[in-house]
């Protein structure tokens, strides 16, 4: 079994991904993913900092409590809860193996956050991550976001991000 090096510390940014990147499973099944992820929060505290989900993955900022790094088991949880009950396609013999359904990838991205200025670029990318998909021109249109928090809270206005209908031209990744 592989024994991967976790990140230490309080703060990370995560990309978490469904395996049928076409799917539209979590925006489909918005509130079920979000009656999970609320279970899980209670059971095993986290403050959401950032948060974004869109059809096929979701991107999100969670400050842990102290002395506190496991993510691991919360988004085992979340996903397992999440997957649980929902029909998905025939899964391979390595993921019946592991008990998996073939709903979500096996692995995730996390990136310990550094500093104050690495937190506010990774919260503008969650915010920001719908209107570069292509899901909507302006950022306050997409509902499944932290950003509408941000915007009552007065941190940001709600113009943040402008329109990319009054951008010319195409940009690619």
Request: aromatic share 12%.
């Given at each position: 079994?592989?024994?991967?090096?976790?990140?230490?510390?309080?703060?990370?940014?995560?990309?978490?991904?469904?395996?049928?990147?076409?799917?539209?499973?979590?925006?489909?099944?918005?509130?079920?993913?979000?009656?999970?992820?609320?279970?899980?929060?209670?059971?095993?505290?986290?403050?959401?900092?950032?948060?974004?989900?869109?059809?096929?993955?979701?991107?999100?900022?969670?400050?842990?409590?102290?002395?506190?790094?496991?993510?691991?088991?919360?988004?085992?949880?979340?996903?397992?809860?999440?997957?649980?009950?929902?029909?998905?396609?025939?899964?391979?013999?390595?993921?019946?193996?592991?008990?998996?359904?073939?709903?979500?990838?096996?692995?995730?991205?996390?990136?310990?956050?550094r500093d104050?200025?690495?937190?506010?670029?990774?919260?503008?990318?969650?915010?920001?991550?719908?209107?570069?998909?292509?899901?909507?021109?302006?950022?306050?249109?997409?509902?499944?976001s932290s950003?509408?928090?941000?915007?009552?809270?007065?941190?940001?206005?709600?113009?943040?991000?402008?329109?990319?209908?009054?951008?010319?031209?195409?940009?690619?990744?």
């Open positions: 079994m592989s024994r991967y090096r976790r990140a230490q510390g309080s703060t990370f940014f995560f990309t978490v991904v469904l395996e049928d990147r076409s799917s539209t499973l979590l925006v489909d099944h918005i509130d079920r993913l979000r009656r999970i992820y609320r279970t899980v929060q209670q059971r095993r505290p986290f403050e959401t900092v950032a948060i974004c989900i869109l059809p096929d993955h979701l991107h999100a900022v969670w400050s842990l409590p102290e002395h506190d790094a496991d993510f691991a088991s919360r988004w085992n949880l979340i996903k397992g809860g999440f997957s649980r009950g929902l029909e998905a396609g025939p899964p391979s013999m390595s993921k019946l193996k592991k008990r998996e359904k073939g709903i979500w990838q096996r692995r995730y991205w996390e990136h310990a956050i104050d200025t690495d937190l506010e670029r990774h919260v503008d990318y969650i915010h920001f991550n719908p209107v570069k998909h292509g899901l909507v021109a302006r950022v306050r249109d997409w509902s499944l950003f509408h928090r941000y915007v009552e809270s007065g941190t940001l206005p709600l113009d943040w991000g402008g329109d990319m209908r009054d951008i010319a031209g195409q940009f690619g990744e």
